[in-house]
T-cell receptor, first 111, second 112 residues
Framework: GENVEQHPSTLSVQEGDSAVIKCTYS??????FPWYKQELGKRPQLIID?????GEKKDQRIAVTLNKTAKHFSLHITETQPEDSAVYFC??????????FGAGTTVTVRA | EPEVTQTPSHQVTQMGQEVILRCVPI?????FYWYRQILGQKVEFLVS????????KSEIFDDQFSVERPDGSNFTLKIRSTKLEDSAMYFC??????????FGPGTRLLVL
């Protein structure tokens, strides 16, 4: 089955700096890659996603890049703010939409 | 904005007891999922459900687990005889015709 690896497990950044989280996947048939943000005690919420026919997608301060050849994708958060502090999960799926998650990255934005 | 809801938020049970976790998916969604997250580990897929039947299940979803959509709104996960290792956060998710899965707030299950 699909195996998604996520790094780093924790990330501390100064407010205003950028944060980058990287994921790799094993199944070349995976074609949908969402990113979820989970604040403490709350549900995972989709923040951005990308399909395999696109190399990059951006939404305000958040961007995701995908390298199908290398089977890795990354989340970039620019101009980080304290409210960006949360756990971020990457995931991958094929057409069945069953999500295989990474282990999560705890992001702390220092004021 | 519609949200997936789950009840209860916390459940404590004795080993060997049956538990039923309940979910109300977003009303016009057609695809339903259960995931679980053992403390400190990654979120794991359990089962997907569409058109009143299981579409796919993981190795975790053994004979002790079952799912049901008893009416037009609820989607339940039953664990017949709980084990200590079933202690986890259980998330329900639903999806419409698009790709996005919307997650519920989770039920934290503790088996003693």
């Amino acid at each position: 089955g699909e195996n998604v690896e996520q790094h780093p497990s924790t990330l501390s950044v100064q407010e205003g700096d950028s944060a980058v989280i990287k994921c790799t996947y094993s199944d070349s048939a995976s074609n949908y890659f969402p990113w979820y943000k989970q604040e403490l005690g709350k549900r995972p919420q989709l923040i951005i996603d990308i399909r395999s026919n696109v190399g990059e997608k951006k939404d305000q301060r958040i961007a995701v890049t995908l390298n199908k050849t290398a089977k890795h994708f990354s989340l970039h958060i620019t101009e980080t703010q304290p409210e960006d502090s949360a756990v971020y999960f990457c995931a991958a799926s094929k057409n069945d939409y069953k999500l295989s998650f990474g282990a999560g990255t705890t992001v702390t934005v220092r004021a | 904005e519609p949200e997936v809801t789950q009840t209860p938020s916390h459940q404590v049970t004795q080993m060997g007891q049956e538990v039923i976790l309940r979910c109300v998916p977003i009303s016009n969604h057609l695809y339903f999922y259960w995931y679980r997250q053992i403390l400190g580990q990654k979120v794991e897929f359990l089962v997907s459900f569409y058109n009143n039947e299981i579409s796919e299940k993981s190795e975790i979803f053994d004979d002790q687990f079952s799912v049901e959509r008893p009416d037009g709104s609820n989607f339940t996960l039953k664990i017949r005889s709980t084990k200590l290792e079933d202690s986890a956060m259980y998330f329900c998710a639903s999806r419409g015709v698009g790709e996005t899965q919307y997650f519920g707030p989770g039920t934290r299950l503790l088996v003693l």
